[in-house]
């Protein structure tokens, strides 16, 4: 539709028309002015006009929409009667529909009217959308609402009927590159989901998620955020979280990376570790590893060797032993998905080697030697030594016996100290865990006594979650 805003002379009715009426005459057409005489025409006027009658007292007045293409000198036909004094251009009113007489109604052609005004305010708001200009950085100009994908990928522009206008972010669409976007998760399961406002259209690297959980986890869990799909979280950048990583409850931020979700709260503080000590030599033990174990610290203390034995006094002199050698000692940490589901432990009598698995090992001090005579000394036994530990150490080596006086002493362990050299006696056992045994003594015709023996080894897993 077109509507030209023309100014036209008023003109009378030339013949009186009812409420009901759908055409009327004007007493002539002759239009712009008086000068020029020019005649009224379609083509003046486009193809939608309104005009308003009123009397001469303007006691009454109303106003209608007519077919432009038929003014003439024959009858104008009406298209809308009784149209609102407001600009409404569509509504047509029985109250305001009026009966009007010949000569003593003038007739208004294009002025006055509320609803050409109306028209140029609908034009105008039309125009607005699909042809002003659009803005720049150096004109000002017509802009559009980015939706929410555009205003989240940061798209600078949109193109309407080939014209590209700059998006502008309205307040309640504009997000930072990490959406820190928090709630609270309701599945119960290790699959946690969230639903955000205003909801995110496709995940990108960077953004940012807080989540109260819903449950403690578990084992490996996702995030899904606003229905877009399920993405592991990640601990130490490419790590699945472990059993009571997360806590019911606990608060959770995560970063996607563009694959998984990285977790950037800290995780759950671990429980009291666990703490199992072996000892039984007679046989091998079997650990197996428990779920949501996080790593553990192992300690192999290894047996303490015998002390050397003194055998009956002669009348040659006296007979002495020298004390055993110190366990050896292993500690390590070893992470959980480094450990097989079992590990074979193994607690070594003298002369046997203690161990975890493959991770840490230690051997056993040996025993002191022993001698007849009263001008001999008997030699201490050497230290055990660990290996394959984070910390390896070397038991102590016994010391040798002084003929005729006392047995060696034992040497220490890590664990464990040496026993006492024995005066005429038995030589003392070795202390705590592989500490090595005294050395005995017997005096000339005096009868035999025996070495102490070495402290037994220990192995030590403590286990963290």
């Keep these: 539709m077109s509507l030209i805003f023309a100014t036209i002379p008023p003109k009378r009715l030339a013949q009186g028309i009812t409420s009901a009426s759908s055409s009327f005459y004007i007493n002539n057409i002759i239009g712009f002015d008086t000068v020029d005489s020019l005649d009224v025409t379609s083509a003046d006027l486009g193809t939608q006009h309104y005009c ?64 050409i005004f109306q028209y140029l305010k609908e034009y105008i708001d039309a125009a607005s959308i ?36 700059k998006n502008f972010a309205p307040l309640d669409k504009i997000r930072a590159t990490k959406y820190h976007d928090y709630a609270a998760d309701s599945v119960g399961t290790d699959a946690y989901a969230i639903t955000i406002t205003p909801a995110i259209t496709a995940y990108s690297a960077g953004q940012e998620f807080t989540f109260k959980a819903g449950t403690a986890n578990t084992g490996t869990c996702t995030l899904n955020v ?43 503080s671990p429980i009291v570790p666990v703490v199992r000590t072996y000892l039984n030599a007679a046989s ?11 790593y553990v610290v192992v300690e192999v203390q ?21 004390g055993g050698g110190g366990g050896g000692y292993s500690k ?3 992470a959980a998905a480094t450990l097989g589901a079992t590990e074979t432990i193994t607690i070594g009598a003298v002369g046997v080697t203690s ?34 530990g984070d910390v390896n150490g070397g038991g102590g080596a016994g010391t040798f016996s002084i003929a005729g006086r006392l047995g060696g002493t034992g040497g220490c362990s890590f664990y464990g100290g040496g026993g006492k050299g024995g005066v005429n006696t038995d030589g003392s056992s070795g202390t705590g865990y592989g500490g090595g045994g005294g050395g005995a003594q017997s005096t000339s015709g005096a009868g035999a006594s025996s070495g102490g023996a070495g402290a037994p080894a220990i192995v030590i897993v403590t286990e963290y979650y």
């Design 284 to 294: 091998p033990a079997t650990w197996t590893k428990p779920s949501g174990l996080k």
């Design 130 to 165: 699909v042809g002003a200009v659009p803005a720049s950085t150096t004109a000002a100009g017509i802009v559009v609402e980015g939706t929410q994908a555009q205003v989240d990928a940061k798209t600078a522009t949109t193109t309407i009927s080939t014209v590209v206008y």
């Design 355 to 388: 161990s975890y698995g493959s991770h840490a090992t230690a051997t056993s001090g040996s025993t002191g030697s022993s001698v007849s005579g009263g001008t001999s000394y008997a030699e201490g036994g050497a230290g055990g030594s660990g290996s394959s």
């Design 302 to 322: 290894a047996a303490g060797g015998n002390g050397g034995n003194a055998a009956s006094g002669g009348s040659s002199g006296a007979n002495t032993g020298g």
């Design 52 to 115: 308003v009658f009123r009397n001469d007292t303007g006691s009454k007045i109303e106003i209608m929409e007519i077919d432009p293409t038929t003014i003439s000198t024959g009858p104008i036909t009406i298209v809308r009667r009784g149209l609102s004094y407001y600009g409404d251009r569509t509504t047509q009113t029985t109250a305001n529909k009026l009966d009007w007489s010949a000569n003593e109604t003038i007739v208004q052609l294009g002025t006055d009217a509320p609803q």
């Design 226 to 268: 606003s229905g877009l799909g399920a993405k592991t979280i990640k601990k130490n950048v490419s790590v699945d979280l472990e059993t009571g990583d997360i806590l019911l409850n606990q608060i959770v931020t995560v970063v996607y990376d563009g694959t998984n979700m990285q977790l950037k709260s800290s995780i759950a």
């Design 332 to 334: 390590k940490q070893i």
